[in-house]
């Protein structure tokens, strides 16, 4: 029994695996059964159903995810959104309001600005870097403030320690979606975070075979948001819980290369003539450098950039590259490239994407595990 182990490694194998083994069998079995027996159960919410993400499969990741980052709890989900929106849900009522990291992934940003708001819920965005500009859109109604690790597309870090101090000294609830960092890269609990989101779909599962989620960190939030998603009906199925269990088994594996990879590739297109810029906060040109530096693991798969040539350039090389597949999404085995103004990002208004600062012709990256010498002679012939 290797539960309590403190090597990431170790626990993505062994910890919340059953106890005793179900049947003796090594890989906890799928378990396809809507309702299970009645045990005596006092309440709703101990029922077991699958609605109530409380059969063996569910409980097992439960265990595992909390062990990943150090938490107390944790909860699978539907999807990313669900663990997102159930969160906000849970956590926020008509009259309240939060502050929000700037630059969101796109379906964050817009349930915050166009939904949360037809639930009486109001919002402000703050630079994540420029702490000191945050207590003059603190209100009296402010309950929390919601950022991302590394936000998508040019790998913006925010000030992770300054969310921390700023929230304990006014407190709010604190939110960070930890999607791009998994927990190989960064354990938000460790540094003081109520609740970390996750996108499952990418490195936890790391797959590109399910959409699913997770909410992990202080064990009453936890349960309060576990209460909300009964309800919501946000649940993850047993099948999909299964093939989250499994991928989860090689996280550490797939992203240490992919972090490895990523900076190498990152370290070469930077040194490219036909490249104007890279954002990799592994690279001592990106702005949260330091930050990266003190805080994180490593850097994860993800990085953009641009070419020399705009967006005529941009679609040449896509065209050109063999390996990568043009897709959106992130965090699997197979790299992907996509250029975030058509795909993630297309949402926006050219001048919010200008003011964000993703031009049209930025391409972003998610490398996968292929070897970083064959990723980088593609590049080379797609950007000769
Ligand atoms: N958070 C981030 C950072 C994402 O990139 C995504 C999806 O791309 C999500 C959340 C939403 O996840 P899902 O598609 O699993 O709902």
Known sequence: MAGNSEHLETKLIHAGEPDPRIGGAVSIPIFQSAMFEYGGEASYHEIKYIRLNNTPNHTALHRKLASLENAEAALVTSSGMAAISTALLTLLQSGDHFLAQSCLYGGTYDLVTRD???????????????PGSWTAQLKPNTKAIYVETMANPLMDVPDLKGVIEFARRHGLVTLVDNTFASPVNFRPA?????????SCTKYLNGHSDIVAGAVIGKADLVERITHKLNLLGGTLDPHACFLLHRGIKTLALRVRHQNDCALALATFLAEHPA????????????????????MFDGCSGMLSFELHGGVAAAERFMSNVQLPIVAPSLGGIETLVTRPATTSHSGLTPEERQRAGISEELIRVSVGIEHPQDLIADFTQALA
Do not use: C, K
Not at 116 to 130: E, Q, R
Not at 190 to 198: C, K
Not at 279 to 290: M, R
């Open 116 to 130: 949360l708001g037809l639930y009486g819920i109001s919002f402000d965005f703050i630079d994540g870097a420029d």
């Open 275 to 294: 490249v104007r810029m890279v954002n990799y906060p592994g690279l001592e040109s990106h702005p949260a450098h330091a930050i990266a530096q003190t």
């Open 190 to 198: 460790e540094w003081g975070f109520d609740l970390s989101l996750h």
